[in-house]
């Protein structure tokens, strides 16, 4: 069974960079598409992007300018940062799987708590 | 941009009745790209229903999905104690990847 595990800060200062990894384990990382979806407290659920197993990108638009998504297939991992950093990003923080037979997020992590605040 | 506008907000039904959930798109979708996703409390979402009607691997079929165009629904047949939570539908076609705002259903 694929598990996903989120790691990294729990409290970022405002104005610095939010960095977390995903640890892909029980699969492969090739031939899927890994995404970061952040969920702040009471809203609804915000989808930051994707890259895909060969470090192709895609971000929404909103965060654009702020987004970094990378991928290491040897570490089975991903990453996300997030520069520039307010209190409007604190929120759940998960990595996900995308699975194209079912144009869907298959597998989760189960998230993590980042906090922006001096 | 597409908006999905979930309703109603909060559904209040005791065990063993059928929960109807509706979830409206702001312009046309392809059923193939609409989801249903099922989030308890401190838990990740889980996927339930996708291409609008096919329910994923170990969903139960009390759960069922419909609707086409700009209206979907998700339907619970009986509710069980285990469904009471949060369901969120989701869109992807053209950019961004986009949820509704939920429906929590709550016991009565």
């Known amino acids: 069974q694929v598990q996903l595990q989120e790691s990294g800060p729990g409290l970022v200062k405002p104005s610095e960079t939010l960095s977390l990894t995903c640890t892909v384990s029980?699969?492969?990382?090739?031939?899927?598409?890994w995404n970061w979806i952040r969920q702040p407290p009471g809203k609804r659920l915000e989808w930051i992007g994707f890259?895909?197993?060969?470090?192709?990108?895609y971000y929404n638009p909103s965060l654009k300018s702020r987004v970094t998504i990378s991928v290491d297939t040897n570490k089975n991992q991903f990453s996300l940062n997030l520069n520039s950093v307010t209190a409007a990003d604190t929120a759940v923080y998960y990595c996900?799987?995308?699975?194209?037979?079912?144009?869907?997020?298959?597998?989760w992590g189960q998230g993590i708590l980042v906090t922006v605040s001096s | 941009e597409i908006v999905l506008t979930q309703s109603p907000g909060t559904l209040s039904l005791s065990p063993g009745e059928r929960a109807t959930l509706s979830c409206r798109a702001s312009?046309?979708?392809?059923?193939?790209?609409l989801t249903w996703y099922q989030q308890k409390p401190g838990q990740a979402p889980r996927l339930l229903i996708y291409?609008?009607?096919s329910r994923a691997t170990g969903i139960p079929d009390r759960f069922s999905g419909s609707g086409s165009g700009t209206d979907f629904t998700l339907t619970i047949s009986r509710l069980e104690p285990e469904d009471f939570a949060v369901y969120y539908c989701?869109?992807?076609?053209?950019?961004?990847?986009?949820f509704g705002g939920g429906t929590r259903v709550e016991i009565k």
């Open positions: 312009q046309s979708v392809s059923s193939t790209h």
């Open positions: 989701q869109h992807y076609n053209h950019s961004p990847l986009i």
């Open positions: 291409g609008a009607s």
């Open positions: 996900a799987r995308w699975t194209e037979v079912y144009w869907a997020f298959e597998f």
């Open positions: 890259t895909s197993y060969t470090g192709d990108t």
């Open positions: 029980g699969g492969s990382i090739s031939p899927f598409y």
